[in-house]
């Protein structure tokens, strides 16, 4: 059974930085990508960064330049380094990874709050 474990939410002031890392335990085949993603009270679930298998990388523009999501491929493993952070990055921010090929199967994490305070 796979599962994929956040860790390195909290809080933090505005201006800091936090690393995220999200690690995965059971087996996946053939993982096409990994991501972030963050839920705000009250809103959607949105992307935040995303790593293709061959290493390309996507941001919101809310958080380019900010941001760098990183990938260990030998480990399943994937990061999310958030610098600057702004009050409005306040949102827990769940992992998911994409795997399979003819049939697509996605997996989450149970997320991780992260708090900038003002």
């Known amino acids: ?10 809080l933090v002031q505005a201006g800091g930085s936090l690393r995220l890392s999200c690690a995965t335990s059971g087996s996946i085949f053939n993982i096409n990508a990994m991501g972030w993603y963050r839920q705000a009270p009250g809103k959607q679930r949105e ?37 600057s952070l702004k009050p409005e990055d306040t949102a827990v921010y769940y992992c998911n990874i994409e795997g399979g090929i003819l049939k697509k199967r996605y997996y989450w994490g149970q997320g991780t709050q992260v708090t900038v305070s003002s």
């Open 1 to 10: 059974q796979v599962q994929l474990v956040e860790s390195g939410g909290g």
């Open 47 to 83: 992307l935040v960064a995303v790593i293709t298998g061959g290493g390309t990388t996507n941001y919101a523009d809310s958080v380019k330049g900010r941001f760098t999501i990183s990938s260990d491929n030998a480990k399943n493993t994937v990061y999310l380094q958030m610098n």
